[in-house]
C-alpha cells in the first residue's frame, strides 16, 4: 500500500508561482510513475502531469505546457510540481498519485493510489 502526502498549496497572485510536493510511504517509490491531477469546483478530476519510473519520461497536459514542471528526487521518494505563470483557472484541489505502470497514464483509473491533495487558489 503507497501513501502519498501532499503539501505546498496554498493562495497566490495571477502570475505567481508555487511548488506543490508529494511524499510516498512506499520505498519502491522508484518503481511508480507519478502523476499530478487537480480538480475545480463543479469539474472531473483531471491530468496535469506525470513522471515516468523508467527513464524519467514526464507528459503533460496542454493546460499547463511550458509552465508547470515535474520532477522526482527518489532518494527521498518525493515528487515535485513546480508552477509557474499562475492563473485563476488553475485554482483546484491537486492531487498526487501514483501506478506501476511505464506507459504513459493520463487517466484516474489508471492509477491506483492517491493522496489527499492540496489545495491552489489563484486570484486575479
Known amino acids: 500500500q503507497v501513501q502519498l502526502a501532499e503539501s505546498g498549496g496554498g493562495l497566490v497572485q495571477s502570475g505567481g508561482s508555487l511548488r506543490l510536493s508529494c511524499a510516498a510511504s512506499?520505498?519502491?517509490?522508484?518503481?511508480?510513475?507519478m502523476g499530478w491531477f487537480r480538480q475545480a469546483p463543479g469539474k472531473e478530476r483531471e491530468f496535469v502531469a506525470a513522471i515516468r519510473w523508467i527513464g524519467g519520461s514526464t507528459d503533460y497536459a496542454d493546460s499547463g505546457k511550458g509552465r508547470f514542471t515535474i520532477s522526482r528526487d527518489n532518494a527521498e521518494k518525493t515528487v515535485f510540481l513546480q508552477m509557474n505563470s499562475l492563473k485563476p483557472e488553475d485554482t483546484a484541489v491537486y492531487y498526487c498519485a501514483a501506478t506501476r505502470s511505464i506507459l504513459k497514464r493520463t487517466r484516474t483509473n489508471e492509477y491506483d493510489y492517491w493522496g489527499q491533495g492540496t489545495q491552489v487558489t489563484v486570484s486575479s
Open positions: 512506499e520505498r519502491t517509490f522508484t518503481s511508480y510513475t
